[in-house]
């Protein structure tokens, strides 16, 4: 065992410290885009003191750290670009308190996503954020993406469900900022700097979240649309009828066409753009907003859909959630960005992803969050075609030119990661640019904490 090993291990114990053969902790979700890192060792800490000892050490030895949760990530966030230590929180696994009484629980960072919303439903309550891969992702990660997925249209993303941190700051020190409270106004929003800071500010260890009563009923219908505009106009309906529907999603024809095999319905042969909308409350509720959602998605639809039965209500999602693995099968590789545009240019993003394609000879689709206007903007191509990656790699970057013209971002829900880096100077002023690095100073003056994430240029 080697010096950072040693160390580490008297730490946490030898047991937890891995110098070898951990390739599964220097990868995730990019993999697909080939980035693997490089570290020096794995430490997998029991308890957010551990952490904390962990970052002191390698802060007084000028060792980088890069905070790892399930490596569910899109961006690059979680993998270590040049050596140095993993802190992976998959040992910070208790639930500290749950009080259902007051809507409310504290969980550690290691704490699967879809444990903590099993175990919440079990006494009727609701922790709504659903991003994908919730059997794996942990909670710690989600935090620290301030990640989204399908029920953000209604009830926002992981940021808006946390009431306060525990996290260790350089150089080792374990804080907390805010708490079990719904209201603090006392100082900055240290809170909210650490929320969706990937790990480059801080190592969250554990989160206070609110939680609401889990509805009673909800009931999701999905239409389809022979062409592009018309469900776009369906979308837009859905909104102008001031409908309060709890997602609001779609697919275009070849996405939907390459996940056909698993649509839970029969799809009409010239098929070429799916809404998927969903409503929820009471079950009086639910059934009159679910006639008045019918009626709006009907106009120019070829079929409208209205998934009643559970076991239907598990299928469709199930086939949601497996878009990206369809998508990518199709040629066995892709390159797939998150972008986000106001509602009203949704139109505009879709249609510029297809120039884009064009443009640089690939072949593209997209799916994504309609209602949030978040498009996840895919081409595909082999991964045995150099000149293929190098054309994608182009039009992703064309793609963030497009977001930011149309009055958008670079990312709505991956985050930036290193994948991103750059990005956020072509959106920002120079003043905000600046601001943004100050805060990293202010928080981590060694640049030790997952450096070469979240970099603005």
Request: proline share 5%; with cysteine.
């Amino acid at each position: 065992m080697n010096r950072l090993a040693s160390a580490l291990g008297r730490i946490v114990g030898e047991n937890f410290v891995l110098s070898s053969n951990f390739e599964q902790y220097l990868r995730d979700e990019t993999e697909t885009r080939g980035i693997r890192g490089r570290a020096d060792a794995v430490a997998l800490p029991g308890d957010a003191l551990e952490v904390a000892a962990v970052v002191a050490w390698c802060y007084e030895h000028d060792v980088a750290i890069t905070t790892r949760g399930g490596g569910t990530g899109y961006a690059g966030g979680a993998v270590p670009l040049d050596g140095g230590v993993v802190l992976s929180l998959e040992r910070l696994v208790r639930v500290r308190a749950f009080d259902p009484v007051v809507w409310r629980i504290h969980a550690e960072a290691g704490v699967r996503t879809a444990k903590l919303q099993q175990l919440v439903r079990e006494s009727g309550l609701w922790f709504p954020p659903d991003p994908g891969a919730a059997e794996t992702s942990q909670i710690g990660g989600n935090i620290a993406t301030n990640a989204g997925g399908p029920h953000a249209f209604k009830y926002g993303v992981t940021g808006a469900w946390v009431l306060g941190l525990e996290a260790v700051v350089p150089p080792g020190e374990l804080i907390a900022v805010g708490g079990p409270v719904r209201k603090d106004v006392a100082g900055y929003d240290l809170k909210s700097l650490l929320i969706g800071s990937e790990g480059t500010l801080g190592v969250i260890t554990a989160a206070w979240i609110r939680l609401i009563p889990a509805p009673e009923s909800a009931l999701p219908l999905i239409g389809i649309y022979p062409e592009r505009d018309a469900g776009v106009s369906a979308i837009e309906a859905v909104l102008g009828n001031g409908i309060p529907a709890a997602t609001l999603e779609y697919l275009d024809g070849r996405s939907l066409a390459a996940s056909a095999a698993t649509f839970p319905f029969e799809l009409p042969a010239n098929s070429g753009f799916a809404v998927i909308a969903e409503v929820d409350g009471s079950l009086a509720e639910t059934v009159r907003l679910a006639d008045e959602l019918q009626g709006v998605l009907a106009e120019g639809a070829l079929v409208v859909h209205r998934v009643a039965h559970p076991d239907e209500i598990v299928r469709l999602w199930r086939w949601r959630d497996g878009v990206s693995v369809a998508v990518t099968s199709i040629k066995g590789w892709k390159i797939s960005e998150d972008i986000v545009v106001p509602l009203d240019r949704l139109r505009d993003a879709l249609a510029g992803t297809e120039a884009i394609a064009e443009r640089h000879g690939l072949e593209s689709c997209s799916w994504g969050h309609a209602g949030d206007g978040n498009l996840h903007a895919t081409f595909l191509v082999d991964q045995a075609d150099e000149a293929a990656l190098v054309r994608a790699a182009d039009g992703a970057s064309d793609l963030f030119g497009l977001a930011i013209e149309l009055g958008g971002s670079v990312s709505g829900e991956h985050g930036l990661g290193s994948v991103k880096r750059g990005g956020l100077a072509r959106q920002w002023p120079d003043s905000a640019v600046s601001l943004h690095e100050a805060v990293k100073r202010a928080f981590d003056p060694k640049n030790l904490l997952n450096p070469g994430k979240k970099l603005a240029r």
